[in-house]
Nanobody
C-alpha cells in the first residue's frame, strides 16, 4: 500500500522557517514526481513545488521562488520542503503527492496528475 506521510508543520512567526518532510513508502524513484501542494482556507489547492525523479529537475510556483527549496535524501525515501522567509500568505495545509502513472513537467502543478496523497500538515504563519 502506497503511503505518503507529511510532518514538520507548525506555528511560526513571519520571516521564520520550517522544514516539511514527506516520507514515501518504497522509494520516490517509484514515481515520476513528488510534489508539494497547499490549500489555504477558502482557496483552491495549488501546486507549490515539484521534484521530478526522472531528471532531478525542480519546479516552483512563482510566489515561493527564492524562499522555498525542495530536496530529497540520498535514499530518495523522504522529500523535504525547506521554507524560509515565511509570510502569512503561506498559511495553509500542505500536502505531498506522488505521480505514478502519468505526469507531464509542463503541467506539474495540476492535481489530477497525482495518484497518491498524504494526509496533510498544517503550517500557520502568524505573529
Amino acid at each position: 500500500q502506497v503511503q505518503l506521510v507529511e510532518s514538520g508543520g507548525g506555528l511560526v512567526q513571519p520571516g521564520g522557517s520550517l522544514r516539511l518532510s514527506c516520507a514515501v513508502s518504497g522509494s520516490a524513484l517509484d514515481y515520476y514526481a513528488i510534489t508539494w501542494f497547499r490549500q489555504a482556507p477558502g482557496k483552491e489547492r495549488e501546486g507549490v513545488s515539484c521534484f521530478s525523479t526522472t531528471d532531478g529537475m525542480t519546479y516552483y510556483v512563482d510566489s515561493v521562488k527564492g524562499r522555498f527549496t525542495i530536496s530529497t535524501d540520498n535514499a530518495k525515501k523522504t522529500v523535504y520542503l525547506q521554507m524560509n522567509s515565511l509570510e502569512p500568505e503561506d498559511t495553509a495545509v500542505y500536502y505531498c503527492a506522488a505521480a505514478r502513472f502519468n505526469w507531464y513537467k509542463s503541467t506539474w502543478y495540476r492535481q489530477h496528475l497525482y495518484d497518491y496523497w498524504g494526509q496533510g500538515t498544517q503550517v500557520t504563519v502568524s505573529s
